[in-house]
Nanobody, 125 residues
Framework: QGQLVESGGGLVQPGGSLRLSCAASGFTFSRYAMSWYRQAPGKERELVAT????????TYVDSVKGRFTISRDNAKNTAYLQMNSLKPEDTAVYYC??????????????????WGKGTLVTVSS
């Protein structure tokens, strides 16, 4: 059974940085794209970033472009989200997702997929 475990969340001041990690186990990590989603209080879950299976292509939601970087290390079965220049509106629970593709209309994953339980990021002074 596949499992994803996020870490690295916490409280940070505006303008600060955090790096989230997502450790995978129980499935062939290199055969899945990896995505980060976030969900702020009272809002729907939002796709933040995706990296393809070999790490060659990355995509981002407009609101984080130039500030966040998604990456992966297939030798370590781990994905990362480096978050710089954090803003209060980045406050959310961040979820790691392993997927076989993202539906364009809904921005939700399809096919075999795995989710982590989330890690809270709070940006506040």
């Amino acid at each position: 059974q596949g499992q994803l475990v996020e870490s690295g969340g916490g409280l940070v001041q505006p303008g600060g940085s955090l790096r989230l990690s997502c450790a995978a186990s129980g499935f062939t990590f290199s055969r899945y794209a990896m995505s980060w989603y976030r969900q702020a209080p009272g809002k729907e879950r939002e796709l933040v970033a995706t990296v393809t299976e070999a790490g060659g292509t990355t995509t981002y939601v407009d609101s984080v472009k130039g500030r966040f970087t998604i990456s992966r290390d297939n030798a370590k079965n781990t994905a990362y989200l480096q978050m710089n220049s954090l803003k209060p509106e980045d406050t959310a629970v961040y979820y790691c997702n392993a997927n076989q593709g993202i539906t364009s209309a809904t921005q939700l994953p399809y096919g075999m997929q795995f989710w982590g339980k989330g890690t809270l990021v709070t940006v506040s002074s």
